[in-house]
Every structure is written in C-alpha cells, then in structure tokens.
C-alpha cells in the first residue's frame, strides 16, 4: 500500500506542475513501455495487413500477349461473382499483361518463362490462354491437360471445329528424347544428300552443324509454319487431328466466344484456351471456359 500511495502522490505533484511536467514525467517513465505496445500495434497491423493482400489463389489465369490487355482486376471480380468464389478468403488472378517471344529471347522473356514456370511448379497456375506459337511451345512441353480428362464426350463435343489437338505420339518423343534424335538424323540424311549432289556444299553443311539450331528447325519442332513469333489470324491452320498418330485435345479456340467478341482481347491472332496439367481447381479452370462463352460485359 504504501508503494501505491507513494505513486498517487508522485502524480498529484506533477498534475500541480502543469501540462509540460506531466508529459516529462510520462515520457521518463514510461517510453519503453509505450514503444513496445506501439511496435506491436505496427506489426499486428502490416501482419494483418499482409495476409488479407496475400490470400492463397482461389483461381489463377494467365493470358499472353494479348492485345488489348483488359482490365485483369475487373475480370478477376466478375469471374469470382460468376463462379461463387469467396473473395474475401482467396485471391482470383487474371493476369492480363505478360507477353513472351518464342522467336528471340530478351531478359523480359526469360523472367516471363521462369515465372511461368515457378507458378506451375508451386500449382498455382490453372489456365493459360495464348496466341499460337506460345500455347504450341507449352503444350508440346506438356503442360496442358488432355481435355478428355476433364469432359464426357458430349461436352467436349460441344466444341467441335474449336478443339486445338498436338499429336500424343510427338509429345512422347520429345519426353523421351527420340524426337531430337530423329530429327538430328533427318537432317543428317539431308546434308548427305545434298553433298552428294552438289559437292560444293559438303563444306557449309559441316560448318552449319556446329552453329546454333536455325529458326527454321525451331519452328519446326515446335509446330508453327509462320516465321514470326506471333501467328497472325491470317496464318493461323488449325492442325488436323487426322494428320496425327494419337490426337490429343489440349485447347480450345476462344475467338468466337464472347468474351473475345467483346473486348477484342487478342484483336489480330488466334487465342487458345488450355489448362494447366497440375492444376487442382479443374472444375474453376472448365467454369472460366463457360465464363468465356457466356460472358457479359459489366455496366458502367
């Protein structure tokens, strides 16, 4: 008691004092104190902060090298209403502003593919949407799930002349490696032709077999006649499931969609819907694919 009486006459002297006095006194006795609640009071705001901006993903699509680069936020909020997804829990991701050169590499097409690459390991990623010659690299790396994994039939049907299809014979290849070694002799077999036909170019072709692989081959390998990066709607051919050994349904065309109709999102190429081989949120991933379809652009 007599610490405590000690106390409330201490504060009594100082109240006499006046206003400077007793804030001389409070900052004397009691900085530490008040500096940690106030450093608590900081971290359990950012920390709060924090986990409200960084909610796990509740649906992520990527779409490259569009055109007109629509508002992602706002599509993000319209596909979560349209697909009863609580936003207050989980992020949705549209993100509509990366763009990749499958033609020549730059520092931004590098951290494009990694970042491609690190939000597919982590299985963030669900749906990619891109113009031909990024969607033809991707899916021939398979990335992109067989759509008769996902539909009956029926539905899948539903899409007939839209349905985007690699050969399943040429993706085992290429994971198996004989791909390269096929090509490797095709080429091979090519050069000696030609040196035994014109003998004048036995020199440039043992040359040419030390140089990096040509644009050409590159095009080859990866399904795409056009030489520029980008495959214009002009030069776009739907490959022909009947040219293929083992067709397999990786994507769908979304140009006549709605969604395409209105915003003009790949004005000039041929955007292809695929979904991403590890992706846990399928049933979202088909969902955005109706959303597409049946889209309405918002008021306002």
Known sequence: MAVWDDIKKQHKKVRKKGFKAMVSYFWDYYKVPTA????????????????????P????????????????????????????????SYNVLIDTN????????????????ERIMAITAAGDLDVMIADQSVFEQYARNSYMTDLRDLMSEDELKKYDGYIYYVDGAILKAIEDGTYE??????????????????????????????????????SYMLGISSPSSIVSEDDF????????????????????????????????????????????????????????????????
Do not use: C
């Not at 993903?57 to 979560?80: K, R």
């Not at 790949?266 to 959303?291: C, H, M, Q, W």
């Open 36 to 55: 940690v609640i106030i450093v608590i009071a900081l971290f359990s705001f950012y920390l709060i902060r924090d986990m409200a901006s960084n909610l």
């Open 57 to 88: 993903y509740g649906f992520y699509a990527m779409m490259i090298n569009s055109t007109m680069h629509p508002d992602g936020e706002v599509i993000g909020e319209d596909f979560a209403g349209y697909a009863g997804i609580d936003t207050s």
């Open 98 to 113: 990366q763009t990749l050169s499958t033609s020549s590499y730059n520092t931004y097409d590098v951290s494009t593919q």
């Open 181 to 218: 070694q096929a090509s490797s002799e095709n080429t091979a077999d090519n050069e000696s032709q030609d040196s035994q036909d014109d003998p004048s170019v036995a020199g440039s072709n043992s040359a040419a077999t030390d140089e990096t692989i040509s644009d050409e081959e590159i």
């Open 237 to 300: 051919v739907l490959p022909d499931p009947d040219s293929m050994e083992d067709p397999v349904p990786v994507g769908i065309i979304l140009s006549d969609t709605a969604f395409m109709q209105s915003t003009n999102t790949y004005a000039g190429s041929v955007p292809i819907f695929g979904i991403i081989g590890n992706s846990s949120r399928t049933d979202l991933a088909i969902k955005f694919l109706e959303y597409l379809n049946e889209y309405v652009p918002s008021e306002g």
